[in-house]
Every structure is written in C-alpha cells, then in structure tokens.
C-alpha cells in the first residue's frame, strides 16, 4: 500500500490541534474520508481537507509535508504504523504514541514524546522542552519505546520517565531526567545542569561531558565499564549514532542518587582520558 | 554399505525427546569466556547422572556477541522445562557469576522460555535493576568487580539427544585417532554438542543391571574383555570400542551431525561403525546409519 501524502496548503499561525493525523485513523480510509477527519484550527472545528491536501487513500503510513510548526499533536496515541514529516512539527509530536515510528526531517517542539508508551520517535532536528516528560499533574512520563534526536534537546527531557530510552546526539538542557523513576538517557553531547534531579532510579549517560557540574546531592561511586553500556550502545550505532569503539570500551564513572528521593538512580559519565584496554 | 572400506551396519540410533537451549556467554577476554563456559558445562555428560546434559557449540568472535566482547555459545539439554530452569539457575549463578567480567545472554529465539536472570537478580540484594530495550530484559547484579550482565528469560525448545554411534577398532589407537577425528568434524555442525569428556564415550551402557540398585549398567556386548563370557556384538579382529554421544536443537542437526562424524571416523585400523539402541522401545527418534546418505 502507498503513503497517504498529506500537505499544508497555506502557511497557518493559529494553532492547529490535529490528532486525527495518525496511521490509526487514516487506515482503511478512502481519500475523501481522510479529508473529511476533524481537525480543531484555533477554537473552530474543520477537516483536514480544509487546510491539506490530501493524496492517496488512507494508509498506515502518513507523509506530511509543510510549515507544521502550529500543528500539534501529530500522531498522538498511534498504535502502529509510520509517520515521515518533512518540516518543523508543533508540539505534542507523537505524545502518548504506543507503536509504529515517527521520523521528523526537521525540529520538533515541546512535548514530543510526552508520556510515549512505544514504538520510535526519531528526529533529525532539534527536540524543545519536555522531550518524553509527564504532564503536569501526571506520576509517569515516557513508559516505554524508543527517543532518538540528531540535534539538541531542550530542558526537562524524561522528566518522570518510568522506562524507554531517549537518545540525544547533540546536547541536553537542563533538568534532564528530573524525578526520572526508571529508562535509560543517553547523550552524545553536554549534560545540562541539575540532571537527575530528584530521580529514583533509572540511567542517564554523559558521553560528551557535564555542562554544570552535578548536584551535591549524587554521590560517587567508581570507575568501571558496564557491560550493558557495550549492549546498549552497539544498538545506537545499529540506529545509525556516532558511536566510537572508544566508547563501547570505555570506562565510565558512576554517581548515584538522587539521595533526596530513593538514591537508585545513576549518572554515567564517560572518562575521555581512559582509555579502554 | 561402506564408507572407506569400513562397514556401516544396518542398525538405527535411538534417541530422545528433549528440552534444549543456547547461552551466549561473553567476557573480557577469551580466554575468560572459556573459562566460565567450561565451568558451567562441567559435570553435564548424562542427564541422569548429573541432571543435564551440556558443552560448547563454538567460540563467538566480538562482533557476534550482543556486548561485543569475546563469547563462547554453549547448548543444554535436558528432559523438562522445569528441570532446564533449575538446571541453569544452578549452573549460570555457579558458573558464570562466579566468573570474573562475564555476562550471560540467551542464544535462542524460542516461544517458550525459562526465568534465568529474572531469579539470580535476588542475589543483589535489592541493588540489582533492570534494563529493557526492544522487548528484552537484561538484570544488572552489582558484584565485587562490577557488574554481573544476564538475561531475564532464556529461550528453549524442543530438541534431541541421544544420537550417537559406536567406533570398532582393531586398537585403542585406532579407535580413538577416528573418535577424534569424528568428533572435531561434529563441532562444525551449528546446533550440536557432545557432552561427554572430549565428545567421547568408551563406558557405553545397557539398560539394566544384575543389581537391582542399578538401572543401567556396563554394556557387556561391546566390552572386548568379554568376548568369551557374553555374547558377544563384536566381530572378530576389534579390540576397542568408543562412543560418540550428539545432542541436538534440531533431528536435521544430529542427522547431519553424525554423517559428518562417522565420515570422519571411517579410516585405516576401523572395522565397523554401529549405534546404540534399545530395540525401538525407549527413545522417540530412531535414526538408521544407512539414511543418513539418503
């Protein structure tokens, strides 16, 4: 079956709230039937044929094309299937997804990921705030699948994650990992600021160094190679990450905390200087 | 029929239904690797007498490993599920473990399973987390040294054992120079191991004993000693008999096995090449030499 291609037809400055974009509810769909879903543009309901173009019967694989930076929550609660964006994405990318795959050929805003339960989101881009965080209010964040972003990402990424793995090649904001109760985050670049804060257990990986230190409140542990990092980390480059042999082999130094909460939680942060034997 | 002027006699291999596995065992350095794969496949050469039956398959080069470190593929076998359960939990915790820098993957893509990791991670005392990636579940268990990497479930299927076939030569020498050259052409096949010291058997058994405390004992027709006090399965001119013993994941995988094998063991100095069985009564595979070129 081929992509159902779907394309803005103008650029947009209110925002679009468009969850109706998502393999779920285009399969099965004739075309017309696709154009007809609802979408909420500002306060006013339309259909997705009022402001895209739509091409093809509906499929379970979506290409959307556009200025989509004010349509928000692409692919939310998707099951299955593949999303490919080409252009920057509003916020709310992929929130709550529990399978299939989203790739992002550009930026992403805040949110993406949020409270994700499955499946892949990758981003070619930059990622803004909140990258697979919890909404307020919320005890969990991301629950599971997989995170990866080329760029940076912005602060709070896996705030209150439970499980699943964010990758970030670039560099991490602040407050990454924040009241983090289990996953896995791993950074290529710089580590911001106050990581981990308040984290119970889970793991976060500084391959790239500390932008700030960490907070006094994780406490050293040793140097040593963690065999599940060499797993781990064989996958990334699987994913196509700049992953060197260095690294797979390499010694990491290892912080636990956070020690306000229950203290199960770990830093990593690899020792550039040591090299593997 | 003959292979090289040696006699293939028109008898079967009975062999076994049994529960099989792979364990991927990996750790700093080869030579670590084979250590902790010849400490958990130790002592494993009957099931009855030491409740599986295990070795090693192959060594891994790194870049087949899931760590990318050295690694040693070893296979299990034993009769059920719940025995292969504790069976590994015994030996992976004792063997592997123990063994410094290893880790301890499954080797097998099954749809049954057996908790392996998901019960030694008790040993860490509360300290111990998971991590999950794409469905899999691996336990870190903090040790002196590190760290002690191992899977939750390893996976296990139905498999054989039991295959085998008897080496008559006119000498110890011979008989041995074919077992093991039998045996070094059987460890090319994936999917096999022979579990008994070296791949070789020379303590064949029947089924039965004079002793009723005994449910199997020495097997008096291939004992040369014996010749004139038993009837005797011995043609005239073997003075020696070795056994090769093949557990596999797969019927195909122990047929295969064993054409190999008894290839390599038809050579100067061997008379005949025969195989154990039971009459058909016992096992639930019966695997006639002679098809095996069929």
Not at chain 2, 50 to 58: K, L, N
Request: a neutral charge; hydrophobic letters at 40%.
């Amino acid at each position: 079956m081929s992509a159902t291609i779907v394309r803005l037809k103008a650029s947009i400055t209110l925002p679009v709230e468009a969850e109706s974009l998502s393999p779920d509810r285009f399969a099965g769909l004739r075309q017309e039937e696709v154009a007809a879903l609802p979408i909420l543009y500002g306060r006013r309901w339309l259909t997705l044929g009022d402001l895209f173009e739509v091409e093809g019967d509906g499929s379970e694989e979506i290409v959307l094309e556009g200025d989509l930076r004010h349509v928000k929550r692409i692919g939310q609660r998707m099951s299955r299937g593949r999303i490919n964006v080409h252009g920057d994405v509003g916020m709310h990318l992929g929130a709550e997804m529990r399978g299939g795959e989203i790739i992002v050929h550009g930026n992403v805003d805040a949110w993406a990921g949020a409270q994700m339960a499955g499946g892949l989101l990758r981003v070619h881009g930059n990622a803004g705030p909140m990258l697979g965080a919890a909404y307020p209010g919320e005890t969990r964040g991301m629950r599971g699948g997989v995170i990866l972003v080329e760029g940076d990402a912005g602060p709070r990424a896996g705030e209150r994650m439970r499980r699943g793995l964010i990758v970030v090649r670039g560099n991490l904001g602040a407050f990454a990992g924040v009241r983090m109760i289990a996953g896995s985050i791993v950074v290529f670049g710089t580590l911001g600021a106050r990581a981990g804060a308040g984290m119970k257990r889970g793991t976060i990986v500084a391959l790239g160094g500390l932008t700030d230190g960490l907070l006094p409140t994780f406490r050293y542990a040793c140097a040593y190679r963690p065999t599940f990092l060499c797993f781990y980390l064989r996958r990334l480059r699987g994913w196509g990450l700049p992953v060197t042999p260095e690294q797979i082999e390499g010694v990491f130094h290892r912080y636990t905390g956070d020690i306000t909460t229950l203290g199960k939680g770990e830093i990593l942060v690899y020792d550039q200087r040591e090299r593997a034997i | 029929m003959r292979i090289n002027g040696v006699e293939i006699e028109d008898t079967f291999a009975e062999a076994f239904k049994m529960w099989g596995t792979r364990l991927i065992i990996t750790a700093i350095n080869r030579q670590w690797a084979q250590t902790a794969a010849q400490a958990t496949t130790g002592f494993a050469t009957s099931g009855i007498g030491c409740g599986c039956e295990a070795g090693i398959e192959r060594e891994l080069p790194p870049e087949e490993t899931p760590d990318g470190r050295p690694g040693i593929s070893v296979l299990f076998f034993v009769t059920s599920r719940k025995q292969m359960e504790k069976q590994l939990l015994l030996r992976v915790g004792q063997g592997v473990m123990t063994c410094p820098t290893t880790a301890c993957y499954s080797g097998l893509s099954a749809e049954e399973h057996v908790d392996v990791g998901g019960k030694l991670r008790y040993f860490g005392d509360g300290f111990q987390s998971s991590k999950r990636l794409e469905g899999r579940r691996l336990w870190r268990i903090p040790v002196m040294e590190g760290e002690f990497l191992i899977d939750e479930r390893f996976g296990i299927q139905k498999a054989v054992g039991g295959g085998n076939f008897l080496i008559l030569g006119k000498s110890v020498e011979t008989a041995l120079a074919a077992a093991e050259a039998a045996v070094a052409a059987m460890r090319e096949v994936e999917g096999v191991v022979m579990p008994f010291p070296g791949g070789i058997v020379r303590s064949g058994s029947k089924v039965g004993s004079r002793y009723k405390f005994l449910t199997a004992s020495t097997n008096t027709a291939y004992c040369p000693t014996l010749r004139g006090q038993v009837e005797s399965a011995l043609p005239e001119g073997v003075n020696a008999v070795l056994e090769i013993v093949v557990n596999g994941l797969t019927e195909d995988a122990v047929r295969e096995a064993m054409r190999v094998g008894i290839e390599a063991a038809c050579r100067s100095g061997i008379m005949r090449i025969s195989a154990g069985n039971y009459g058909g009564t016992l096992g639930q595979y019966q695997i006639p030499l002679r098809e095996l070129w069929q």
